[in-house]
Structure formats: C-alpha cells, structure tokens
C-alpha cells in the first residue's frame, strides 16, 4: 500500500511545429542577410561612336603600351612606372607650350593598351598612375581655383564641374591588335 506511487508519463516535447520555425528562421536569415559584391574597377564607358566625330591630332594623343612582360611604352619611349605620373602631368598640363605635347588638358588624350599576356598587376598599377595624374592635377586646380581640395567639393557643384571640365578624363583602354 505503501508503495502505490502513481505511474507518471516520461515528459517529451512536441515537435511538430519544429520544421515550422526552422523554415521561418531560414527566411529571416536569408531576408536580413547581406551578401558583398565585388565592384571591379569603375570605370565610364565612352559614348557610342558617331559618323561625324572630330579627328585627333597626333600631339594630343599619348599612346601608353604595356607588353607582355610587363614593360611600358609611352610615346614608344621605355619608362619606368615611377617616371609614367611626371610624364602624364607635363603632357596633359602642356597648354600648347611645346607643340610635342597636347594643346589643352580638354583635348589630351590617353590610350592605354595592352597584349593579352600582360600581368595583370602591372595593367592595375598602370590605370593607377593615370587617374592619380588626372586626381593631382583635378586638386591642384580646385585648391588654386576655390581654396579647398577636389574631393570636398559638393557633388554635382558647379564649382565640381568646372574642375571636370577642365581636366576631363580622356582614357582610351584597349588591347593590342598585334601578338
């Protein structure tokens, strides 16, 4: 009598709405989750080519190669890259100065070409030395101009915009047609 405890049920735990709240935290996760995407070089397209488009002469045009060993041309002179940024300033800040070099920054234009089998690091640090110029050469001009840097100018100013035009990035990049 005095061991009559009463039989009790083993506890469990019901799991019929488990596959519910996975399913539902699975949404949420994929909802609330931010997936990085590589950006890549930005870089603006030229407008589409059109019959009528002016001829460019010969002086105002810098033509950069860079081979497949990894050696740069410009002008088909060797340069090292340390010499590329001086060389791009004297050539595009010329302002028909020497008639070797362009007649203004506004038709000074760069053509950048490479072969195929050019490393890939030497093309990346190539497009660096070119629009680093073309930043040097935007500041300078915004701080003798306005008294403060380019990059703290508001966008879209027209103070921005006179910089831009003044010193338009006229990038040709292109792979050689020859092998």
């Given at each position: 009598?005095?061991?009559?405890?009463?039989?009790?049920?083993?506890?469990?735990?019901?799991?019929?709405?488990?596959?519910?709240?996975?399913?539902?935290?699975?949404?949420?996760?994929?909802?609330?989750?931010?997936?990085?995407?590589?950006?890549?070089?930005?870089?603006?397209?030229?407008?589409?080519?059109?019959?009528?488009?002016?001829?460019?002469?010969?002086?105002?045009?810098?033509?950069?190669?860079?081979?497949?060993?990894?050696?740069?041309?410009?002008?088909?002179?060797?340069?090292?890259?340390?010499?590329?940024?001086?060389?791009?300033?004297?050539?595009?800040?010329?302002?028909?100065?020497?008639?070797?070099?362009?007649?203004?920054?506004?038709?000074?234009?760069?053509?950048?070409?490479?072969?195929?089998?050019?490393?890939?690091?030497?093309?990346?640090?190539?497009?660096?030395?070119?629009?680093?110029?073309?930043?040097?050469?935007r500041n300078e001009a915004s701080i003798s101009e306005f008294g403060i840097e380019f990059k703290s100018l508001v966008n879209n100013s027209s103070q921005k915009q006179l910089i831009?035009?003044?010193?338009?990035?006229?990038?040709?990049?292109?792979?050689?047609?020859?092998?």
């Amino acid at each position: 009598m005095f061991n009559n405890k009463p039989i009790r049920e083993k506890a469990t735990i019901n799991g019929s709405s488990m596959a519910d709240i996975a399913f539902l935290l699975l949404i949420f996760f994929l909802v609330t989750t931010t997936i990085n995407v590589d950006t890549g070089i930005s870089l603006v397209l030229p407008p589409p080519i059109q019959e009528d488009r002016p001829q460019v002469h010969e002086r105002n045009l810098m033509n950069i190669l860079v081979n497949a060993d990894g050696l740069i041309r410009m002008d088909d002179k060797p340069v090292l890259i340390d010499e590329v940024k001086p060389i791009l300033r004297e050539f595009i800040n010329n302002k028909g100065k020497d008639p070797e070099l362009s007649d203004s920054p506004q038709k000074a234009i760069i053509s950048l070409k490479t072969q195929r089998e050019t490393p890939y690091k030497v093309y990346i640090d190539m497009l660096d030395e070119v629009m680093g110029t073309y930043k040097q050469l935007r500041n300078e001009a915004s701080i003798s101009e306005f008294g403060i840097e380019f990059k703290s100018l508001v966008n879209n100013s027209s103070q921005k915009q006179l910089i831009i035009r003044m010193y338009p990035k006229n990038i040709s990049v292109a792979e050689t047609s020859e092998n």
